[in-house]
C-alpha cells in the first residue's frame, strides 16, 4: 500500500481544489487576445450619470475619504431606505436593516457565511448565476438544484418541492435573472413563499437588475409578499443601474438580527466599501424618474436589435423580460459542446459569448450561451452586424 503523504503547507487549500476561473472571464480574455467585441461579460461599459459622478468627486474633495461605519456610510443608507419605499414597498431603518457591502458578490458573500452554516442545503435554481454556487460552494454549503425549463423558466410549487429536503436552509432567487432573464411573477413568488413558511427557510434575493426590465413589466420584490414576510435577505447593488460595474457598490436589506450578522462578516472580510463612492452613489438615487425609464428603454432598444441579429445568424434567441442579457440557442451550430460553440462565434465573428455551461451543472447549457448587450449602441451595431452575417 503506498503510504498517505502529509499534505504540503505550500499548497492550496482543499476548500478551492475543486474551483477553476469562470468561462466569463476567461472569454474576456480569449476576446482581448482577438481584439473582438466582448459581448460575454456583464463588463456595463456605459458612460456613468453625471450626478453619480459629481458626487463621488465632490466626496473625494470633501475629505470623505476614510472608513465609513461596516454597515456604509449614513447618507448612503439613508438614500436606500427612500429608495426602497419609493420604488419597491419595502419599509426599512436605515439604522439597524440595511447594510452597503462591496458590491452586491459581497452582500451575497456575507450572507451565506453569517447566516447558514456549513452543511446546510440552499436552493438554486438553473441556470444560475456562477457566483451565488461558487460562494455557497465556498462555504461549504450542498447546493440542490431547481432546474427552470427554457424558454418560460417557470418556477413551481411542485418542482421547489420535490428538491427542498430536511437538510434545507435557504433558497436563492435572481429577478430578473443572470442570465435567462427571467423575472418572477406574483404567482411564483407566492408558491416560493408557501414552501419556505411551511419548511421555515431564509430566502435569498438577487435584484441587482430590478430597474432593467421590459414591456411594461413591474419588478416584484420577493420581501413584499406576505408569505415571505421577516424571511427575506434582499440583495441589490448600484453597479447596473449606474455603470459602475468597477465601484463595487451593493447592499443588502434584512430584519435587524440577521443584518448586524451581516455586518460582523461584511466588517471582517471587507472592514467597508469605499466611501467616496458610496456618497457619491447616494447622489444618483435623486436622479428622476425619467432617468430610470429611459435606462429601461434604452436597454429595450438594444434587445431588439440583437434578438434580429441572432435570427439573421439561424441562432433562436430566448428574448428575455428583464437585465440585459440574452441566451441563444446554438444547436445549429452542431458543436459538441457551448464552449466550442462561443469559441467558434468568437472565430469567426469576433463577437466573445459565454457558454451556457457556465449557468448549468449538467448538459441542459451546452445548446446555449450567453450574449451581454449593455454596450453603447455604434459598439452594439457592429457587433450585431458582425453576427448577422454570421453563416452556422
Same mark, same amino acid.
Given at each position: ?13 482543499? =476548500? ?54 461596516p454597515e456604509g456610510a449614513r447618507e448612503l443608507r439613508q438614500a ?15 439604522? +439597524? ?35 451565488h454556487l461558487n460562494s455557497a460552494l465556498l462555504a461549504g454549503l ?13 418556477? +413551481? ?10 437538510? +434545507? ?64 435577505? +434582499? ?61 429601461? =428603454? ?55 459569448s459565454v457558454p451556457g455551461s457556465s449557468f448549468y451543472r449538467g =448538459? ?29
Amino acid at each position: 500500500m503506498e503510504p498517505v503523504l502529509p499534505k504540503s503547507a505550500v499548497a492550496p487549500a482543499g =476548500r478551492v481544489s475543486h474551483m477553476v476561473q469562470s468561462d466569463i472571464r476567461a472569454m474576456t480574455r480569449q476576446c482581448d487576445a482577438v481584439g473582438g467585441i466582448n459581448l460575454g461579460q456583464g463588463i456595463c461599459d456605459l458612460p456613468l450619470p453625471q450626478l453619480v459622478r459629481d458626487g463621488a468627486v465632490a466626496a473625494i474633495d470633501g475629505g470623505h475619504n476614510i472608513y465609513s461605519y461596516p454597515e456604509g456610510a449614513r447618507e448612503l443608507r439613508q438614500a436606500i431606505a427612500a429608495k426602497l419605499a419609493r420604488d419597491n414597498g419595502i419599509n426599512a431603518d436605515p439604522d +439597524t436593516e440595511i447594510v452597503v457591502t462591496v458590491g452586491a458578490t459581497g452582500a451575497f458573500t456575507a450572507a451565506v457565511l453569517a447566516l447558514l452554516d456549513a452543511g446546510d442545503g440552499i436552493v438554486i435554481p438553473e441556470p444560475y448565476y456562477g457566483y451565488h454556487l461558487n460562494s455557497a460552494l465556498l462555504a461549504g454549503l450542498v447546493p440542490q438544484y431547481l432546474t427552470l425549463a427554457a424558454p418560460e423558466f417557470t418556477l +413551481t410549487q411542485a418542482a421547489l418541492e420535490a428538491v427542498v429536503d430536511d437538510t +434545507t436552509r435557504a433558497i436563492v432567487l435572481c429577478t430578473p435573472s443572470n442570465p435567462s432573464g427571467k423575472m418572477l411573477s406574483a404567482e411564483e413568488l407566492d408558491a416560493v413563499g408557501r414552501v419556505a413558511a411551511a419548511r421555515d427557510l431564509l430566502v435569498i434575493t438577487d435584484e441587482i437588475y430590478e430597474y432593467i426590465r421590459y414591456d411594461g413589466r413591474e419588478h416584484i420584490s420577493p420581501a413584499t409578499r406576505p408569505a415571505l414576510a421577516g424571511r427575506v435577505v +434582499t440583495i441589490m447593488g448600484l453597479s447596473k443601474t449606474f455603470s459602475i460595474t468597477g465601484w463595487r457598490l451593493g447592499y443588502a436589506v434584512a430584519p435587524p438580527e440577521l443584518a448586524r450578522a451581516m455586518t460582523l462578516v461584511h466588517d471582517l472580510y471587507y472592514v467597508c466599501a469605499p466611501t467616496p463612492l458610496q456618497i457619491g452613489a447616494a447622489a444618483g438615487f435623486a436622479a428622476p424618474a425619467s432617468f430610470f425609464e429611459d435606462l429601461a =428603454r434604452d436597454y429595450e432598444e438594444k434587445r431588439g436589435v440583437l434578438a434580429t441579429a441572432l435570427g439573421a445568424a439561424g441562432l433562436t434567441p430566448i428574448v428575455p423580460e428583464g437585465a440585459y442579457y440574452m441566451l441563444a440557442d446554438v444547436s445549429s451550430l452542431d458543436c459538441s459542446s457551448s464552449k466550442e460553440a462561443a469559441l467558434r462565434i468568437l472565430r469567426e465573428c469576433g463577437v466573445a459569448s459565454v457558454p451556457g455551461s457556465s449557468f448549468y451543472r449538467g =448538459r441542459a447549457g451546452e445548446s446555449l450561451v450567453r450574449f451581454c448587450y449593455a454596450k453603447e449602441m455604434d459598439v452594439l451595431a457592429e457587433a450585431c452586424r458582425r453576427l448577422a452575417a454570421f453563416k452556422p
